[in-house]
């Protein structure tokens, strides 16, 4: 007994001294040099400074994958195109352009998170080419804490600019879905039918544009019979076209995007609502057309950009997309994102410089002479005054075209400075 | 000895650098670090019911969304301090699940993971319907961190959030650790691994599979309230079956039935996902890549990241455990 305390002493030092036996001088030197290294990382890790030099870095947190992938695509492709426009006349303000895409997946969540991303990381304090309207409002409250601009190049929510969601850094250059509406309904008073139905997607943009239809054809002494509000990233519409068809409405309005407009538009063709009713749209984008094929001839709608208008920048413009994608037209989400572009640059001039302060003050009742014709950013509310555009897809020798019916002034089309109603 | 030293130090750096960590990050890799803690406490919480009582939940969103949701509302209706508002809304939603848990544990396999689906769902649909209390499909927009009790303003900020989500991510698998290791736990292990024997042998199995489901989603509606103020919104997509999918996803990558796996999991989840999507060579093709990625983790560690870890540290042990015996010879020379 006499030697137990003494060996399990022995054996208890063993052990410790096996533990400790593994932290070596070279470890220690090794964890020392890790140590360091971390406490160094500050020096490139941190936040990314505003450079004055340099290119001008703008930000396109976009949807690359997800149901509205297909706008993504195009805010990058035309985005792509400025880019080499731009820099190869030189630059803006004798800087180059570069553009730093982000997948925000159409998801506010990740759309947060990314563009922080882009402005901490990448030093992006400019941003457009966000899609899904709400995203937009995500990020719209996080603007100020990154000293960030944004200029909307498509978001449609008539609510983004009135008060109750406008931040100073915010300014859209595009056409909303209650102007979309507006130019549409001022389009139909002269249209014999009185009652129609409404289809649309469940969220910002689709309910935002639902409800402007609704109020605007209301003036005129027409009402929606019913609305048909379908979840966002809906694929199957049959029971909805059933529900329309049987409706005894005589015209149908959509408001779908993306995949779900595609899915839609197809569907329709199937079931034959076209011929039963005509389709009225508050965006008709080359798109739907493809996808209604033959019957796409006669649908009527609100263009946000028809590539066939005739200004001398939108046929400089649509040379330059045909040249660089042969085979294919610009979509209205090309010709939106290229308006918004030109909208910063203009900023840019006029502000001499690319700072998001003097940007603001400079975008501020700012003229543009654009593709769409002369467009004015509104100081009181920082919305685009935008043309409102009809079209009629008709059949051309190259398929369907999409021919503009009737072009409304800026201030028709345009709502009350902070407000999605007109007066 | 060794191994376990070196596991000590291991566990003790990564500590220390969790909580020094946000000094020495920007801003956005503090708040991706902060959505991958509150991943990794929504991941364990599924943890408990998966790896522990094998109850397949494919609507573990429904316990997410419950928790950002009264969150929001909470913050964004009454004036009560964010510290107060976020167990609050764990306790709401462990008070709203124990319906869930008494409908669903009515029935085990495919039909308890097919019945917590359509709650989720409902709920998803149900936010759609009552559009002036969820906001609809905009969902909640604005939610601030409302400082106090006590005028406590630390954890408003972006750093002292982070700390927030940290020390509730680990006093919560403090008590989840503790309670998997009590005798409560030992007949979950029963459950998990034969209910009839464990019935038999006198426990009423069901009550036990009610009381971790309550919760399970108490701790997965403790995520969710962490979330909504981290974001500053919440959306309809919190309830969405994706998010069901993405939280297995989490708990299988990172191993199921060890709590610490699935905290792994949802950082690796999140990570892989922001940084390959980031990756300009292959664009819209990174959910290829994330899908393969979770196949081969599937095939070659079934057990997760972490049962791989633990396998690596075994064979070291081992490794270590043989290596004198080698020696023996020069040891006795």
Not at chain 1, 290 to 306: Q, T
Not at chain 1, 354 to 361: G, I, M, R, S, W
Request: a positive charge.
């Amino acid at each position: 007994m006499k030697n137990d305390k003494p060996t399990a002493k022995v054996e208890s030092g063993k052990k410790i001294d096996r533990v400790f036996r593994t932290v070596t001088r070279r470890k220690v030197l090794s964890g020392g040099i890790a140590a360091t290294a971390v406490l160094a990382a500050p020096a490139f890790l941190h936040k990314t400074a505003k450079a004055a030099t340099g290119p001008i870095k703008i930000g396109l947190p976009t949807v690359v994958t997800g149901g509205y992938a297909e706008l993504g695509s195009h805010v990058i492709r035309t985005s792509k195109l400025v880019e080499s426009m731009v820099n190869g006349s030189g630059g803006i303000l004798g800087r180059q352009i570069e553009f730093v895409v982000a997948d925000t997946q159409g998801n506010p969540a990740a759309a947060v998170r990314k563009t922080q991303e882009l402005v901490e990381r990448h030093g992006c304090h400019l941003i457009t080419g966000v899609v899904v309207s709400s995203e937009a409002r995500a990020i719209m409250p996080k603007l100020k804490e990154w000293d960030t601009l944004f200029v909307s190049h498509g978001n449609g929510d008539g609510r983004l600019t009135t008060p109750q969601f406008l931040v100073p850094n915010f300014f859209r250059a595009n056409v909303s879905a209650p102007m979309g509406a507006r130019a549409l309904a001022l389009y139909l008073k002269d249209d014999p039918a009185k009652e129609y139905i409404a289809i649309g997607s469940d969220y910002a943009w689709g309910q935002s544009s639902v409800k402007a239809f609704d109020e605007q054809i209301s003036i005129l002494g027409k009402k929606l019979v019913d609305k048909v509000m379908t979840p966002v990233g809906n694929k199957d519409y049959a029971t909805y076209i059933t529900k329309v068809m049987r409706s005894g409405a005589k015209g149908c309005y959509v408001a779908l995007q993306g995949d779900e407009a595609r899915a839609f538009y197809t569907q329709a063709t199937q079931y034959g609502l076209a011929e039963k009713m005509p389709l009225y749209t508050e965006i008709v984008s080359q798109s739907n057309i493809k996808a209604l094929g033959k019957s796409a001839a006669g649908l009527v709608g609100g263009s946000r950009y028809a590539y066939t208008q005739d200004t001398p920048q939108n046929k400089a413009f649509v040379q330059a997309f045909t040249k660089a994608h042969p085979g294919q037209l610009p979509d209205w989400t090309d010709g939106e994102i290229y308006q918004a572009l030109a909208v910063l640059f203009a900023g840019m001039k006029k502000a001499n410089s690319a700072e998001p302060d003097a940007l603001v003050e400079a975008l501020e009742d700012l003229e543009v002479t654009s593709i769409k014709g002369a467009i004015k950013i509104r100081k009181c509310d920082h919305q685009g005054m935008n043309p409102g555009i009809v079209v009629k897809v008709v059949d051309g020798p190259n398929g369907a075209v999409p021919e503009i019916v009737k072009i409304y002034s800026r201030e028709v089309a345009t709502p009350d400075c902070g407000k999605t109603t007109f007066s | 000895m060794r191994a376990r030293g070196l596991f000590i130090l291991v566990i003790a750096a990564a500590a220390a650098a969790g909580f020094g960590m946000p000094h020495l990050l920007p801003g956005y890799l503090v708040n991706i670090l902060t959505e991958a803690l509150i991943f990794g406490l929504f991941a364990m919480s599924l943890d408990l019911m998966i790896g522990y009582t094998r109850l397949e939940s494919f609507g573990h969103a429904a316990a997410y969304g419950l928790g950002a949701y009264a969150s929001a509302l909470l913050l964004l209706s009454f004036d009560i301090p964010m510290l107060i508002v976020i167990p609050m809304a764990a306790i709401i939603t462990g008070v709203v699940a124990m319906p869930i848990a008494w409908v669903c544990t009515r029935s085990t396999g495919i039909s308890f993971a097919m019945l917590t689906l359509a709650f989720a769902q409902l709920f998803y649909a149900s936010v759609y319907q009552f559009k002036d209390f969820s906001g609809g499909s905009d969902g909640i927009a604005g939610i601030a961190r409302r400082a106090g009790p006590f005028g406590i303003d630390f954890f408003q900020t972006k750093i002292g959030y982070f700390y927030l989500v940290l020390i509730i991510l680990i006093l919560s698998f403090l008590f989840c650790r503790s309670l998997v290791a009590s005798p409560f736990g030992q007949v979950l292990a029963g459950i998990r691994e034969n209910e009839v024997k464990t019935r038999t042998l006198g426990y009423n199995t069901r009550a036990y599979r009610m009381v971790i489901v309550v919760l399970a989603y108490a701790f997965g509606g403790l995520a969710g309230a962490l979330y909504a103020p981290l974001a500053g919104f919440a959306s309809p997509e919190l309830f969405f079956w994706r998010m069901s999918g993405m939280v297995l996803i989490m708990v299988i990558i990172g191993g199921r039935g060890t709590l610490v796996g699935p905290i792994l999991g949802g950082a690796v989840f999140l990570f892989l996902e922001h940084e390959l999507s980031a990756l300009p060579m292959v664009r819209e093709l990174w959910p290829l890549i994330f899908g393969s990625i979770f196949i081969a983790v599937i095939l070659f560690a079934p057990q997760g990241l972490w049962g791989l870890f633990r396998s690596w540290r075994e064979k070291r042990r081992i490794g270590v455990v043989s290596k004198p015996q080698s020696d023996a010879p020069h040891a006795a020379s």
